[in-house]
DNA sequence: CTGAAAGCGCTTACAG
DNA sequence: CTGAAAGCGCTTACAG
């Protein structure tokens, strides 16, 4: 490929005219100018950025975007909001799937250690929970990490998220408020030692369980690993227990799974939402082309990417002080589609 | 960040060694070796790729991925199989998302500008409409480009991807096999002036309504834009003229517009398969999780995407003498699920 | 307004 | 086994 020096020969002008004709016209003859742009368009020039980095002055910046689950059904949404951000401010952004989901050391410093080599300025880390035993790995990558959809352990870094207990407390009273009392939740399991935003989701079920007073017994809970499948099979044990529990809704830590359990329901002869009210938690596009529609908790996630692009941003280009640690909450809201009902049941 | 210079001047030794050690250690001492490890650690040291790139010799192949629709349902799976390849090869993948979906020659010009000025080896560009009249731009490039679900319009280009014809004939075929007669479609668009993948399909349809001699009028054939609400509005369509047709069974040019054509029909109330059977076209992730399962004819994504980073890197590090052009059918097949009835209308 | 030269971080042929 | 030096493509302070 064409470099500066073809240029510079092609138009018997030296290469540091020819470097300031591309990058600062304003400095360069106009004649030399055209000269200059004839010659690369002649011979089909394009900037070499990678030697541009070098001087660490005209170096562009860009951003790590590291996530696991590329397949997920929201990924796509959080990528684009990044995107849109990323672009406004001129950065580049490159992309990194964590192989493994266990955020194992190992993903993590190949994850990490693709941005160093990469000179990338800043990391965007989403969906990955984050233990401060990975505190050293930070601590060497020497730039700004901001976490996306889950939170730091011990809150050490920024991280862009729903708040999970207070957003989970809203499903349940939305269910209350639609008269339902005896309710259920398909949970998160509780595999690991530290607590996940996901797993948050039951201790704000709880709160409202105590709040409201809601009959319950841990036949009202179950767990699964998030997924549709799981979802279907939770619901089957809470259907297994409804003759003792006496269910009408059911709260489901995922989207995914909520539509696995009212797949469940149908297919034990059931009714969503004659029989059982289901809400669900995400918003995913998929929640609206089911049937029925899923009624939803959302979790803006375009908006939490761009958030999240914007805060490294700010912190790379502005020098601001910004908080480098803590939770920023983005807002949510509950959808309202077809699968929660009316309780009309007689122990209502 | 630390540099070689800085371990070569920690190890009191040449920077030359210090590369050596790095990335030819057979050839240095072993306590040189050692001493120059213990310095890297020690700095946290990262081999910067960028510089490296310059060396020719030892310049990392990296391939540009062009995309639009990376919100689509099939993007992750798509992108997965790309990223195996590339994983396996130890090649990088830069992502360029396609801003806008219209192929504007203005928006190939700027992802193409992406991919040269990150020194980018080939480029994989995905479903995207290849008209002749960007041949100058695929010129420029001067790099091998693969062509992903969809292919360049005189096959000018390698293009990886399902025969939408055959295919669609087979859907038909499917259909028929289980008592059909009156069959219906739900077509692409047919704006472009060009045929794309998505609208071949309707050629496949036709097809079989020959070679099955199936009633037909125009009334049996709707178009939409290949998402849900399109599927439901051309389903509305189809529904409002079944006096005249007499459909019992319809195929989607795509599984969202099937999904919002079985939405459509439980709206109307009817039911899916008993009253009218659908069949859909793509397999993605969610036509598993609808109620009913969606019956489908299966695009293998991952394959797809496997199979053209397999083809350019092969054409970037064998130097085989591979068919730079034309199509390569990937094996598609049936998916029963349970959107399509047995027909027992009186009719059949 | 333009050119010669140094430097960005790294690799490797060439000597020793 | 190791070092001095050239070169990858580009930018910019320094002279002119």
Redesign the pocket.
Known sequence: MA???DIAKYAG?????V??A???PE???A??RERVMQAAKKLNYF??DK??Q?????KKLSLGVIIPYITSFYFGELYSGISRVAHENNIDLLLYELKSDNMAREGLTEAFSFAQRHLVDGVILASSHMPSEYDDLIEQLQMPVVLLLDAHESAKLPAFKVDDIRASFDAVAYLVSRGHRRIGMISALQTQRQERGEQLRLRGYKQAVDFYKLPYSHSFVVYGDMRFDDGYSAMKQLLAERDETGLTAVFAASDEMAIGAMRCIHDAGLRVPDDISVIGYDNLSVSNITTPKLTTIEQPFGQIGAEGARHIVKLLTEGEQLPEKGNFYMPYKIIERESVAENSASDK
């Open positions: 470099t500066i020096n002008i030296s290469i540091a005219t470097s300031r591309l990058n600062k400095l360069v003859n004649d030399t900037t070499n030697a541009r070098f001087n660490l002055k005209t």
